[in-house]
């Protein structure tokens, strides 16, 4: 007897120390409880609708579970959730425990059952001791100090993954053009030097196009900018739909497109830069239905984007880096090496 009181003098002792600990483990938390009241296992679970979902556990097969949840009614966590407030069933309530799939398979004939509740008083999910024995449970105190620990350490793994997930967030947000969607133009420095390193590496094919709708300004200072950005952002739609999804697109100036097409050669770069120009010349815009028009504005209704392309291509240009592909599709775009039809007026 004197043995079991000094295991329990341990074991709270324990626990003190680990509640004193700011991040202290939610499972050696369970295992010192489930030690603490003599019982065998024990599970941590959290609310998630019809269901409860495993958190941490101890001594619990996976084959208590289906994808790590069981639904409310499978366990006697059911009646915690009932009730709102600790369950506590012993041999007496041996019917009751027998109804439950959990207790079943865990065979036990003792359940201790406390609530998480957040900071904020909201149910969060239980705390489930079990054992096969006939096991005593006169005080609840530690129990309870344990649960708020643990409802504290959810809330804490809760807000880690709120931050990180805005932070995948915010990344996005920083590495794409506000106004099409696509990857700007600082990401294209970093992709282009990964794919131009693979290329050169493996000895594979690598191409790149630019794209550029030289009567942007024109139509700007003409018509506005919102029917200037109107087919810079219908542009951009055009060009990611007729792309691969090896492919990548940037927005790389005001009217400035930059295509990285991995593992295509330069013939291959040339019959799809003349399939993107004539798709985006050639698309009907209709212009009447997503501005107000007037008949004083016909000549708007028939302006489209004038577009002019350049290719450079590894190794068949002869470049040395990747900032050299970039630098090489400019110069051609800007003389119209490759004979474009369409000139700017």
Known sequence: MDLFKNKKTQILEKINTGLRTPFNNTEELLVNLVS???FESGVVHLIDGKFLKRY??????????KDERIEITESPCQLVINAIGNVVLTNEHEKILSSFRLSKVLQSTSYIGVPLFSSEEKFLGTIALFSKNNTPVKDLNTAYILAAKISHNIE??????IIATLGKKIE???NRDPLTGLLNRAMLLDKLEEEFSRAKRYERHLSCIMIAVENYEKIQEQYGTHIANFFIKKSAQLL????????YIFRY???EFFIILPETNIQ???????RLKYEIQNYQYNLEKNFETHDENKELMSIKPK???GISSFPHTGVTSSFELIQMSDTVRSQNKYNLDQQVN
Not at 156 to 161: E, H, R, S, W, Y
């Open 156 to 161: 804490i793994d809760n807000l880690k993954k």
């Open 240 to 247: 990611k739909d007729s792309l691969r999804t090896v492919d």
């Open 268 to 274: 291959d770069s040339f019959v799809l830069a003349e």
């Open 172 to 174: 996005a947000i920083a």
């Open 253 to 255: 100036g005001d009217n």
């Open 36 to 38: 603490f009241y003599g």
């Open 56 to 65: 941490v556990s101890f001594n619990i097969k996976d084959d208590a579970y």
């Open 307 to 309: 577009i002019n392309i």
